[in-house]
Nanobody
Framework: QVQLLESGGGLVQAGGSLRLSCAAS????????MAWFRQAPGKERDFVAA????????YYADSVAGRFTISRDKASGMVYLQMNTLKPEDTGVYYC??????????????????WGQGTQVTVSS
């Protein structure tokens, strides 16, 4: 069993930066992928970025590639999402997720079995 706790959300102006953190505890050795998803009001939960826990290989949604960076520290069980050049459309609740899926499913929320409680990110124009 893995537990996840996000932090680092807040209010920022367009063009600014934020860094989200996700603390993973419990059976982290069972994880294959860690990911960040986001959900805007009235919309579905969308894939943002994922990282393979063992190798550190990363995967991004087209909308954030080049602006966001996902990273992990295996020793401390931490996953980070550095968000730069933020836009108003990046606004939403950001969720950390853990799963043991395969690469072809990494962008789908259904591939993840454990979720954090979410942290709000608001980007003002």
């Amino acid at each position: 069993q893995v537990q996840l706790l996000e932090s680092g959300g807040g209010l920022v102006q367009a063009g600014g930066s934020l860094r989200l953190s996700c603390a993973a505890s419990g059976d982290t050795f069972s994880m294959t992928f860690m990911a960040w998803f986001r959900q805007a009001p009235g919309k579905e939960r969308d894939f943002v970025a994922a990282i393979r826990w063992s190798s550190g290989h990363t995967y991004y949604a087209d909308s954030v590639a080049g602006r966001f960076t996902i990273s992990r520290d295996k020793a401390s069980g931490m996953v980070y999402l550095q968000m730069n050049t933020l836009k108003p459309e990046d606004t939403g609740v950001y969720y950390c997720a853990a799963g043991r899926g395969i690469l072809s499913s990494v962008r789908f929320a259904s591939a993840y079995t454990t979720w954090g409680q979410g942290t709000q990110v608001t980007v003002s124009s």
